[in-house]
Antibody, heavy 120, light 107 residues
Framework: EVQLLESGGNLVQPGGSLRLSCAAS????????MSWVRQAPGKGLEWVSG????????HYADSVKGRFTISRDNSKNTLYLRMNGLRAEDTAVYYC?????????????WGQGTRVTVSS | AIRMTQSPSSFSASTGDRVTITCRAS??????LAWYQQKPGKAPKLLIF???TLQSGVPSRFSGSGSGTDFTLTISCLQSEDFATYYC?????????FGQGTKVEIK
């Protein structure tokens, strides 16, 4: 079965940076779009960013545009999210999610999440 | 951004009930809508995609319908394992957006 394993979450001060990783296995990683979705404590789901299978197309939520960068290394089957200028409102569990197709479609597999806390 | 509004935000139901959750988009999204189920402390699980296609392994008591701006998720006979929070999500245009969630609680 598909596996997605996030890592990199941590406690960071406002204005700080983090890089999240998502190691994928048991599917042809380069054939599928991937996204990051976050969930603040006690809140709903928020799509953060997405990237096409070949990495050439990226998209961002307005709330993170200009601060976060999504990327992928298909040779390592790994998805990344570089987060700069972190704010308290970025505190959340961050999930990586696999699209069921190579482009615009919903998410058929999710990782277990990695927790990011932004606080001084 | 397209706003997705679910109703109700929460409700109580009994095992065996037929329940319906609605999701309204602020503009037309064709059939680019998915439904997810999330239980506390767990990642979301895909139930339905493309408005009405049941994800593999999901029980047939779950169904979805709608088009354009109005969509519904129906659970025909609520089971104990169905008590959870449900989210709709549009993937018609970026930024993709989720509804605020509907929590189904035990009556």
């Amino acid at each position: 079965e598909v596996q997605l394993l996030e890592s990199g979450g941590n406690l960071v001060q406002p204005g700080g940076s983090l890089r999240l990783s998502c190691a994928a296995s048991r599917f042809t990683f380069s054939s599928y779009a991937m996204s990051w979705v976050r969930q603040a404590p006690g809140k709903g789901l928020e799509w953060v960013s997405g990237i096409s299978g070949n990495g050439e197309s990226t998209h961002y939520a307005d709330s993170v545009k200009g601060r976060f960068t999504i990327s992928r290394d298909n040779s390592k089957n790994t998805l990344y999210l570089r987060m700069n200028g972190l704010r308290a409102e970025d505190t959340a569990v961050y999930y990586c999610a696999k699209a069921y197709c190579g482009g615009d479609c919903s998410f058929d597999y999710w990782g277990q999440g990695t927790r990011v806390t932004v606080s001084s | 951004a397209i706003r997705m509004t679910q109703s109700p935000s929460s409700f109580s139901a009994s095992t065996g009930d037929r329940v319906t959750i609605t999701c309204r988009a602020s503009q037309g999204i064709s059939s680019s809508l998915a439904w997810y189920q999330q239980k506390p402390g767990k990642a979301p699980k895909l139930l339905i995609f493309d408005t009405s296609t049941l994800q593999s392994g999901v029980p047939s008591r779950f169904s979805g319908s709608g088009s354009g701006t109005d969509f519904t998720l129906t659970i025909s006979c609520l089971q104990s394992e169905d008590f959870a929070t449900y989210y709709c999500q549009q993937y018609y245009s970026y930024p993709w957006t989720f509804g605020q969630g509907t929590k189904v609680e035990i009556k």
